[in-house]
């Protein structure tokens, strides 16, 4: 796709299509290059919380939480702990909030990353699984962590494999309550293919396409981008590494 930026008519070209500068279109248009050069310089590598890496954009991570915070869950269920900087943020807001605990698996808890994680403040609100997030006794391992949680959130970041992640969706949505989510996140794989770092077979294998092919198959469940809470601008739609995620849980 060939980009045309002109500042002094304030025009912005985008392939055939032209827009002003300043407008929602351009928005929109300049936001996706900028998602896509800024995943291939692995921008979204710079980032901790509270002394973690956390590897998400922060855009994906406000969104979260506004969700997390009108949600109010029990229980937060990870898939994908890497350095362990999500589970450090949802455990944060539960603590904030006064209210919740992070339930989170990673089939490779690295020692470094283990130890980091067992002194941190925020431990007391984590339990840590090691194991595959599919393996019927892990699955089995969450569910009994649940208990009789009223309501459950729960967070797909681990292996982003299509195959994967649909076993993952058909093993962790029943826990889902009504009215909730199970996040399929990193879909924005699928734009990546011409990228540098990223891979032709994406465009097929990938989470959002998970997500979406499991919606189909499940009448209880629809992809439902969370409407903001604020909006003072013309804009709409999330900038996000997350797209087809938000799986709610409606019947």
């Not at 937060?76 to 900087?85: C, L, P, R, S």
């Not at 439902?224 to 709409?236: G, I």
């Amino acid at each position: 796709m060939q980009y045309s930026i002109n500042t002094v008519t304030r025009k912005i070209s985008v392939g055939e299509k032209e827009f002003d500068l300043f407008s929602d279109e351009a928005f929109r248009a300049l936001s996706d290059l900028w998602l896509t050069v800024g995943w291939n310089q692995k921008y979204t590598y710079t980032f901790s919380w509270f002394d973690v890496p956390m590897i998400q954009l922060p855009e994906d991570v406000l969104r979260y939480q506004e969700v997390v915070f009108r949600l109010k869950p029990d229980v937060i269920i990870e898939t994908g702990i890497a350095h362990g900087g999500s589970a450090v943020f949802s455990a944060s807001l539960c603590k904030l909030i006064g209210k919740g605990r992070v339930v989170a698996v990673d089939i490779d808890i690295r020692r470094h990353n283990l130890e980091r994680l067992e002194a941190h403040p925020l431990k007391p609100l984590m339990t840590l699984i090691e194991g595959s997030s599919t393996a019927p006794e892990i699955v089995n391992q969450v569910r009994a962590e649940i208990g009789d949680a009223e309501t459950v959130l729960v967070v797909l970041d681990s292996d982003h494999s299509y195959a994967h992640v649909t076993r993952e969706l058909e093993a962790y949505a029943p826990m889902v309550t009504l009215g909730s989510y199970i996040i399929s996140t990193d879909g924005y794989m699928r734009y990546l293919t011409e990228a540098p770092r990223g891979l032709p077979g994406w465009k097929q294998d990938n989470p959002a396409n998970a997500a979406v092919d499991f919606v189909f198959k499940h009448d209880g469940f629809v992809i439902e981008e969370p409407a903001w809470n604020f909006n003072e601008s013309s804009l709409h739609g999330n900038i996000t590494h997350w797209p087809d995620a938000w799986i709610k849980r409606v019947g």
